[in-house]
């Protein structure tokens, strides 16, 4: 294994001290590295909280500011938050209109976080589950919340900004989610560094269809095929699954797993949105990159959310954090 270390023990922590220390002018860094949140507050505003294990940056602290979360809560790698995390970061950013979690549906999250809101006051929640792949995993019961959680956070972010109340918040993002449909494929696997090897063996010949984003089982080990070939299932994959809902405008989200370099993502895109669009589907908006990782996994996931006016006008707000930035 070959990484950036000082420490196994300490990477989490040094991390996080950089990550603010980078952007120390829209973020604060939390006591003892329970969270981060944005600097500047906005009063009377729900608080939009998300988190969950370290090594998907820059999910979630990355997407901490204007227009999307107020606060994240890190665990440690591919590891949940702890409740006590999101107490913390609801009681530093909650200006008295409530807090909305957002949360993946991996096991460990969906417990903490529920742990969290019961002993919290003003607190509702958003699960995603937005990935085709499986329904159910070693991490979960039911689908996996993957990379449609950064559309959710951004659109019902966007809405936050703009004043929205909180049960108004959560059917939106309800809704965001029940639009979005995802689905991966891994050609290599991630190195966690406390086990200091690959999660899991895969040779070079090889892919892994359906993986999820802490390096679990997908839907088969396949022999590796032309980045047309795999678009083609996972579109096919996700069309199925919206049935009828798959016409009209949408957002089309090429996400890097931390390994795939952006020429191999817009090639993705490519293909993609050639096949979507020949299905009925209008690519009105788009995002390419490495949003949603797994360290250093190569591999990528497809992303569509079908869009209407209310959404599309709020995945084009202002937003201003780390990761994300457009109309400041």
């Known amino acids: 294994m070959k990484k950036f270390l000082n420490s196994v023990d300490t990477v989490l922590t040094e991390s996080l001290d950089g990550f603010v220390a980078a952007h120390a002018d829209i973020l604060v860094l939390g006591d003892e590295h329970k969270f981060v949140r944005r600097k500047v507050l906005k009063p009377g505003k729900v608080a939009l909280i998300s988190g969950g294990g370290s090594g998907h940056e820059p999910l979630h ?46 096991e460990g999250d969906v417990m903490n976080f529920d742990m969290a809101a019961e002993m919290s006051e003003g607190v509702m929640q958003i699960v995603t589950n937005d990935d ?48 979005t449909r ?19 063996d895969i040779s070079d010949g090889e892919m892994e269809f359906g993986v999820g984003i802490h390096g679990e089982p997908g839907r088969r080990r396949d022999t590796l095929k032309s980045a047309d070939a795999i678009a083609e299932e996972i579109c096919a994959a996700i069309l199925g699954d919206l049935g009828e809902r798959a016409k ?9 797993f931390g390994g795939t370099p952006l020429m191999e993502l817009y090639l993705m895109y490519n293909s ?49 954090t780390a990761s994300l930035r457009w109309g400041m």
């Open 132 to 179: 085709v792949a499986v329904e159910n995993s070693s991490y979960t019961t039911g689908r996996r919340g993957v990379a449609g959680t950064l559309v959710v956070e951004k659109i019902v972010g966007a809405a936050a900004e703009q004043g929205m109340a909180l049960k108004e918040l959560k059917a939106l993002g309800e809704r965001v989610n029940g639009a």
């Open 61 to 106: 602290g990355g997407l901490v500011g204007h227009g999307m979360l107020d606060a994240a809560c890190p665990g440690q790698v591919f590891t949940s938050p702890t409740p006590d995390q999101m107490m913390a970061a609801a009681e530093a950013v909650n200006t008295g209109a409530g807090c909305l979690f957002i949360v993946k549906n991996y």
């Open 182 to 200: 995802s689905m991966g494929v891994a050609l290599t696997s991630c190195t966690v560094p406390a086990a200091g090897k690959p999660t899991f």
């Open 248 to 256: 009209g405008p949408a957002l089309l989200f090429i996400n890097g």
């Open 272 to 320: 993609a949105r050639n096949i979507f669009e020949n299905n009925g589907v209008r690519v009105t908006r788009s995002l390419v990159g490495s949003y949603v990782t797994s360290l250093d996994m190569a591999g990528c996931s497809i992303t569509l959310t079908m869009l209407d006016e209310e959404t599309t006008a709020l995945w084009d707000a202002p937003v201003h």
